[in-house]
């Protein structure tokens, strides 16, 4: 194998595949790739995860990690298409903001919460960069599979904990960093990359192309911890309804039976 290239299973989540080209670890790159790729054909390609499911066989309705969140302020960190927003307003919410890195992803947004009779106050920027957000404002700081994209995890961290109150809590959910490494096939699970590689890398699917890292689950501990959070809650259990529903013959489900695919972390500000 190419020193420079490596197989990469399930790229965000359950269904893509493909060969990954080692990249430098450069911010504007990184971000002009990832915005091109939203822009257009990411929804097409990697769907949109959003609450009530935090990932692949992970629910809020089975974790509630939120609790109430009546008269809340809330706000996502990689709002995509406004149905994490959506779940969360019609729930009672006090103020729900977005920040995306994509315009195009923000326009709908827009368009699906104004159709439900919601609003927000939604900003485009990448998450590393001081973009205008209040800080000791938000009750919930929260991302659903979209924390991973970030190129500076720590100072994300950091910029997270500035925008919550004390006490505050951020929730995330990103893909498991050992559903990464493993594949299945022929009714096994083999391990196809290093779990210590968190090089960067592109991988092409269709005419579009993304850029990523795949980070060990201390990574994102250790992160947490240097940004001033104590961790109250990690998921890291398949839902058994949830398996069960994707049907038990389904190779996915067979994987999500015996490890990990999706994490959740529930983080205090102290």
Known sequence: MDKNSGYRTNVIGAGEVGRA????????????????????????????????????????????????????????????????????????????????????????????LTSSGLSAKLICSPMEEECGIPEDYFDFVYSVYAIGWTTDLVGTFKRIASYLKKDGAFIFSWSHPIHKCVVAENDMLLFKKSYFDESWYSVSLGDSTLTLSDRKLSTYVN??????????????????????????NHDFAKKAAMLPVTFVIKARKL
Request: charged letters at 25%.
């Open 21 to 112: 080209v080692s990249v430098d670890m450069d911010n504007d790159s990184i971000h002009k790739t990832n915005v091109a790729f939203w822009d257009t054909k990411g929804n097409e390609i990697l769907g949109a995860t959003a609450l009530p499911l935090y990932g692949s066989f992970v629910s809020e309705e089975n974790c509630q990690l939120f609790g109430d969140v009546t008269g809340k302020k809330i706000l996502e960190v990689g709002c995509g298409s406004g149905q994490s927003l959506q779940y969360l307003g019609e729930r009672q919410t006090g103020e729900l903001w977005g920040i995306d890195i994509s315009e195009r992803q923000l326009e709908k947004t827009t368009q699906l």
């Open 223 to 248: 992160a947490l911890s240097k940004a001033g959070f104590v961790i109250e809650q990690m998921v890291e259990q398949s839902d058994d309804e949830l398996l069960q529903a994707r049907g038990e």
